[in-house]
């Protein structure tokens, strides 16, 4: 009995110095954390490791957020791609280029040249008599009997 009182009252003191160690390489992790060797930030991952493995009601606040931020926050490749306002560079861009092609649009528009000349109403007129001679689609096209469409002739 005595035994088990003085082991745990030892494993007590170990833990109390494994925390207190900890502590101080813990507070405002997550601002220093940039900061930091490669080394140090292993040391500092391998120490809360170890004390998460005992009681966790033992570990500090600071501990637990600190553990928490090793294992879950925004550095290495959870670091956000995009930075703030990035949003706004994205649809500004966007907006440009579709202004940029309307704008291109309009002035191939109106530069450039007549309308080809099938499309003025003679030509048109004439493929209706060219179909028509050559007896083109006779079961339901402009050579069938009762054709009341317009056949080639456009607006």
Do not use: C
Request: glycine residues 10%; proline residues 4%.
């Amino acid at each position: 009995m005595f035994r088990a009182a003085a082991a745990r009252t030892q494993v007590g003191r170990v833990i109390g110095r494994r925390n207190a160690s900890t502590n101080v390489a813990v507070q405002n992790l997550e601002t220093r954390w940039k900061t930091l060797s490669t080394a140090e930030q292993n040391t500092i991952a391998k120490q809360l490791e170890e004390a998460q493995k005992g009681d966790w009601k033992v570990l500090s606040t600071e501990e637990k957020k600190a553990a928490y931020y090793v294992a879950f926050g925004p550095h290495g490749p959870r670091e956000p791609i995009t930075q703030p306002g990035h949003t706004g560079k994205v649809l500004g861009g966007v907006a440009a280029v579709l202004a940029a092609s309307a704008g291109l649009f309009y002035v191939i528009r109106v530069n450039g040249a007549e309308k080809p000349q099938t499309f003025t109403k003679e030509w048109q007129e004439a493929t209706n008599e060219y179909l028509k001679s050559q007896n083109s689609n006779p079961i339901s096209g402009i050579s069938s009997e009762g054709y009341k469409g317009t056949g080639y002739v456009g607006n």
